[in-house]
C-alpha cells in the first residue's frame, strides 16, 4: 500500500519538527493546502530534546554566530544562521508558549526548567499546521521517482500499515550517530548518499568526554568540578584552541563543558598530528610568572593550603568562585610534582616552586580516546554545506530534496548552538521546500 503526500520530512527531532513547522506555517500562510508528514523511527518523538541540558533543554544562546561551529566553511554557517537568527527563534518560542530565561552562562532554558515544555509546544503547533506525525515509522530507502521521490518503510513495527510513500519534496533531517538510543544511528547518512551525496572523510563523536590511563592520579578526584582554561597544542607546542569553563574529574577520566568543547578539536588534531596534546591550566587568566612571584612573596601556610585558600585567578566562569582550587586537587598536584603538600610556602625550592606552577599552569594529560557516540552530544562531520542550496537547504546533486540539522558538516560549542542550527537549518529547509510547492517550482 502506497500513499502520497507533498513533502516528506524524514526525522522528527529538534530540526525535523522544525522543518515540518516551517512548511506547514508556510501553506498556511499562503492560503495553501499541501500534505506534509513527518516519519520517524522512534515509539516516543524527542528523546534528545528530552535529554538535553540535564532535563531542562537548552534551547538556544543569547548570542549565536558562526564562530562557534566547526565543520564547513563558516561563512556558509552564518549564511544559514542569518535566515533564522536567534532573536526569530526566541520569538517563534513565544508564540507557541514557550518562555525562556537567561542564565549566566548565555543558555536560554525555558521558564518552566522543563524540556517537556519544549517538546510538547513543538508537537502541538506541528499538528496546528497539517502535520502528520508518523511513529514509529522508520524509512529503509529513499530514491527519485518521477517528479519527486519515493520513500520506503522498514519491515518492522509500524503505526500503520503503509509500507511506502511517494512524496513531491524531502526533506532529510534523520541526525548523525550522536546517543544512538535516541534513534540517531547514522541511516541518514545512508539515505544521504543513496540520492547522490558525498560524506566528509570522517565522521567522529563530538561534545564527548574524555578517557585517561588507568590510574592516572585525576581519576581519584572523581565529583571534582574546577575552572580551567583547556588547550589543545600541536606537537610542536603551538596553541590551536583553546576553552575556559567547568571542568569535571570522573572516574573514566575528564568531562565538564570545556572539555567537551575541546573534544572535537583534539580529535581533529590527534588524526593529523599524533603528538597533539591537552593541557589543562587552573589558573586561568593568570600569567606564569604572576603565579611565580605571588607563590615569592606568599608566607604562611603549606604550599597545597595556599593553592586552596589564597590562590586568585583572573577569568570568570560561571558557578564558580575566581579564589582558590579544590583542596583535593592542590593536594594530588603538589604530591604529582613530587613536593609535600605541607611544606610550607617560603620553605620551597626553585625547582619544587617551578614544579608546582607547571601542573597548575601546563599539565599536559595523557588521553586514552573519548566515550564515543554512545555519550557524544553531537556528531561531526557529514553532508558538506558545499552540497546543498544555503538560501533553500536543496541539494545541489538531487534537486527536490533538502538536508538539515546534524546531517550537515555542521558542529556547535555546547551551550544550545546546536539546537540553534537545527532550528535555523529546519527553518530554512522547511519553508523553501513548501514555497517552491507554492510556487510550482
Avoid at 508518523?134 to 530514491?143: D, E, L, N, T
Wanted: glycine content about 10%; some cysteine.
Amino acid at each position: 500500500m502506497s500513499e502520497r503526500g507533498d513533502i516528506a520530512v524524514i526525522g522528527a527531532g529538534a530540526a525535523g519538527l522544525m522543518a515540518a513547522i516551517a512548511a506547514g506555517r508556510a501553506a498556511m500562510e499562503a492560503g495553501s493546502r499541501l500534505r506534509i508528514l513527518a516519519l520517524d523511527g522512534a515509539k516516543s518523538l524527542g528523546a534528545k530534546i528530552l535529554v538535553a541540558g540535564g532535563g531542562r533543554c537548552n534551547v538556544t544562546h543569547y548570542h549565536v554566530d558562526e564562530r562557534a561551529y566547526a565543520g564547513s566553511s563558516r561563512n556558509s554557517i552564518r549564511n544559514v544562521l542569518g535566515r533564522f537568527d536567534v532573536q526569530r527563534t526566541v520569538a517563534f518560542f513565544n508564540e507557541i508558549g514557550v518562555e525562556f530565561k537567561q542564565e549566566d552562562t548565555g543558555k536560554l532554558f525555558p521558564t518552566t526548567d522543563r524540556a517537556r515544555t519544549v517538546l510538547d509546544a513543538l508537537l502541538s503547533e506541528a499538528r496546528r499546521v497539517g502535520v502528520e506525525l508518523w511513529h514509529p515509522w522508520r524509512v529503509a530507502s529513499v530514491w527519485p521517482h518521477n517528479a519527486g521521490f519515493k520513500i520506503q518503510r522498514e519491515d518492522s513495527e509500524a503505526c500503520n500499515d503503509i509500507r511506502s510513500l511517494i512524496a513531491r519534496r524531502v526533506i532529510i533531517a534523520a541526525g548523525g550517530k550522536a546517543l544512538p538510543k535516541s534513534g540517531s544511528d547514522g541511516q541518514g547518512y545512508s539515505l544521504a548518499k543513496s540520492l547522490g551525496h558525498t560524506m566528509t572523510a570522517r565522521i567522529f563523536p563530538a561534545l564527548v568526554p574524555l578517557t585517561t590511563p588507568d590510574g592516572h592520579f585525576l581519576r581519584e578526584l572523581s565529583g571534582v568540578s574546577v575552572p580551567a582554561e583547556v588547550i589543545v597544542r600541536d606537537a610542536g607546542g603551538k596553541v590551536l584552541v583553546s576553552f575556559t569553563n567547568s571542568v569535571l574529574f570522573t572516574h573514566f577520566g575528564l568531562s565538564g563543558p570545556a572539555i567537551l568543547d575541546a573534544s572535537r578539536y583534539l580529535a581533529d588534531a590527534r588524526h593529523a598530528d599524533p603528538g597533539a596534546s591537552l593541557v589543562l591550566n587552573f589558573a586561568p587568566g593568570m600569567p606564569v610568572a604572576d603565579l611565580d612571584r605571588a607563590i615569592v612573596s606568599a608566607k604562611g601556610p603549606g604550599i597545597a593550603r595556599w593553592l586552596a585558600e589564597s590562590l586568585v585567578f583572573r577569568a570568570d566562569v560561571p558557578g564558580h568562585t575566581n579564589r582558590g582550587l579544590p583542596e583535593r586537587l592542590s593536594r594530588a598536584l603538589c604530591e604529582h610534582s613530587s613536593v609535600d603538600p605541607a611544606t610550607p610556602i617560603q620553605s620551597l625550592t626553585r625547582v619544587q616552586r617551578t614544579s608546582i606552577v607547571g601542573e597548575v599552569c601546563s599539565l599536559v594529560v595523557p588521553i586514552t580516546g573519548d566515550r564515543g557516540f554512545t555519550h557524544a552530544e553531537v556528531t561531526a562531520g557529514g553532508v558538506p554545506l558545499s552540497e546543498v542550496r544555503l538560501d533553500s537547504m536543496e541539494s545541489r546533486v538531487s534537486p527536490g530534496a533538502h538536508l538539515c540539522g546534524e546531517i550537515c558538516d555542521v558542529d556547535g560549542r555546547i551551550g544550545g548552538f546546536n539546537f540553534q542550527w537545527a532550528w535555523s537549518s529546519g527553518y530554512v529547509a522547511g519553508s523553501a521546500a513548501a514555497r517552491s510547492l507554492i510556487a510550482g517550482t
